[in-house]
């Protein structure tokens, strides 16, 4: 049978325990913390990664997300709660139970590599079943680099592969060892931009095929809209939302999240009769019920992605159904391969619009135009919160 084959059975069985040789399972965490000394790490987690899911850790630097990943693979001890891997519990701080991370059946794929300079690709590959005295380890680990399209590589050394095929080696390492999940620390960051969107589609690929619980860790917002089934955003050790990527994206549940997902042009509204009012803009307009019940004392921010600004030489027709319009100048265009990004004044707030090539006549900085947005697709929130955009 083939690690694929393997892989696929194991993900129709679901449930099962911790250690290898099992079903896909998930991982829950209840009430799990990590300080160090006065300093918050993780603040009492509850999380849940359904079996065969692809779950991400999303959020800026020094949020928790690596430190919540290596809890879970057990390099770290927690200090408080609880950690599941499928039906069995592998962390308990009230009853001091730890299970070491080579009994958790967990892989990991980490940021540098980890590769053995003076083993081949075939060696670092099977080096895990090797090592647990599994037989046929060399075809086990030759089916893994067929998985990751690197078999023909397996007598090279990591020293002659590129960053890209050295991460592909690393990720059939960790799928070698066949395990109940796979924990991912920022594995694409150390890569150019266009290899990070070419290993983005091969582990979409490799979960799609296989079907493995996977816990990913990035900073990338980018990177975790593409490959998770759901999302956690993190800040200060805590979760700020979790859903999935159409949720939390289309529907952030604060500005913080909202800001980590994205650019956006940030203005200041406040209700005037059955309208809102744009501060200091001379533009009115009727917003959705939802977003009316998000302001405070009849204010709030309303936030416009850039894609959902259009800019158009001034003096046109007017906007289709009653959109706000404003009257602006272009300061600055940037120009990005698909599309044009531009910065428009309009009276003392600058805003950022993008549009394809083509579109928009290909403004110039100076050009008078007409800005419209579509105020069903703005977010409100409450006032009060950090700025965010251009």
Not at 24 to 49: C, E, P, S
Not at 223 to 249: C, F, H, K, N, W
Not at 260 to 278: C, I, K, P, S, T
Not at 362 to 374: K, Y
Request: net charge neutral; glycine share 12%; aromatic share 6%.
């Amino acid at each position: 049978m083939t690690i694929t084959e393997r892989f696929s059975r194991r993900a129709r069985r679901g449930g099962g325990g911790a250690g290898g040789g099992g079903a896909a399972v998930g991982i829950r965490l209840r009430g799990v913390g990590k300080r160090f000394h006065d300093t918050v790490v993780m603040a009492d987690l509850d999380l849940d990664v359904p079996a065969g899911c692809f779950f991400t850790l999303l959020g800026p630097s020094g949020c928790g997300k690596s430190t919540t990943l290596n809890v879970i693979a057990g390099l770290e001890d927690a200090t408080a709660g609880e950690i599941w891997i499928g039906d069995t519990r592998v962390f308990s701080r009230s009853d001091r139970l730890v299970v070491p991370p080579e009994r958790r059946g967990l892989g990991m794929v980490f940021q540098s590599y980890a590769l053995w300079p003076h083993m081949t690709v075939v060696q670092n590959v099977g080096y895990g079943p090797r090592t647990r005295g599994r037989s046929g380890w060399r075809e086990r680990a030759m089916q893994s680099l067929e998985l990751v399209r690197l078999a023909d590589h397996a007598d090279r050394y990591p020293h002659q592969l590129s960053g890209g095929q050295q991460q592909r080696v690393a990720l059939a390492r960790a799928l070698a060892g066949e395990p109940r999940a796979l924990l991912f620390d920022e594995p694409l960051s150390n890569l150019d931009a266009r290899l990070q969107e070419e290993l983005r589609l091969e582990l979409k690929r490799l979960h799609q095929e296989l079907g493995f619980t996977a816990v990913y860790v990035t900073h990338n917002q980018e990177e975790a809209l593409v490959l998770s089934d759901r999302i956690a955003v993190m800040r200060d050790g805590g979760i700020l939302q979790e859903g999935t990527p159409l949720e939390v994206y289309g529907s952030p549940a604060s500005i913080e999240v909202a800001r980590f997902l994205g650019r956006y042009n940030h203005l200041e509204v406040r209700l005037d009769g059955a309208e809102v009012e744009l501060t200091g803009l001379p533009v009115r307009f009727a917003a959705a019920p939802a977003a009316m019940d998000r302001l405070v004392d009849g204010r709030g921010i309303l936030c416009v992605r850039p894609q959902d600004v259009t800019v158009e030489p001034a003096g046109g027709a007017p906007p289709p159904d009653g959109r706000p319009a404003l009257a602006g100048t272009v300061e600055t265009r940037a120009y990005l391969g698909t599309h044009h990004d531009y910065v428009i004044a309009v009276g003392g707030t600058r805003l950022l619009a993008r549009a394809g090539v083509g579109r928009s006549g290909d403004l110039a900085p100076g050009d008078e135009v007409t800005v419209t947005f579509d105020a069903a697709a703005a977010l409100m929130f409450p006032p009060g919160a950090p700025a965010v955009g251009a």
